[in-house]
């Protein structure tokens, strides 16, 4: 590849990342490409947005709970304010509120955030689905078929 600055070819290797959350630094040492020539660093969306979750778990796990936290944790997700109210039942108001130390944020609401901060680091969507299906519920067949050998699921009526 090139560099878009100057035309060199950059080179890969590692480059420091850091972020001041809560008060809190993390930094980490993530692949990049650099221009030896400028000094011009590229990282892909992927390896920034894992550091990204990446700071957002150690916040959860620390169980640190202030707005701002909460609020780059949604953004580490990749969630707007009213994605990630009807995802836990309230309003993007209250998000708003819980995100500027307004209110406090209940610890079922900070432990579904830091549930989904796990799947996104594992590439799963397992509590955002069940979270969807629980607001908008789905009738289920009054005979359902569970195949364990296959995983398979066969619904009678």
Not at 52 to 78: H, P, T
Not at 112 to 128: I, M, Y
Not at 129 to 150: C, E, G, N, V
């Amino acid at each position: 590849m090139k560099c878009t600055g100057c035309g060199n070819r950059l080179v890969k290797g590692t480059e420091k990342v850091s972020r001041t959350i809560g008060g809190h630094s993390f930094t980490a040492e993530i692949p990049a490409l650099k221009c030896s020539r400028c000094g011009e660093v590229q990282f892909t969306l992927h390896d920034l947005e894992q550091f990204e979750l990446s700071v957002a778990r150690s916040l959860a796990l620390a169980g640190a709970s202030s707005g701002e936290v909460f609020k780059f944790q949604r953004k580490a997700l990749g969630l707007k304010a009213t994605e990630l109210g009807e995802l836990l039942d309230a309003t993007p108001e209250t998000i708003s509120r819980w995100e500027t130390g307004q209110r406090e944020i209940p610890r079922a609401a900070l432990a579904v955030v830091g549930t989904l901060v796990e799947d996104a680091l594992g590439d799963r969507t397992d509590t955002a689905s069940k979270l969807r299906a629980l607001a908008k519920p789905k009738k289920l067949a009054k005979q359902i078929r569970l195949d364990f050998a296959t995983g398979d699921v066969q619904k009678r009526a």
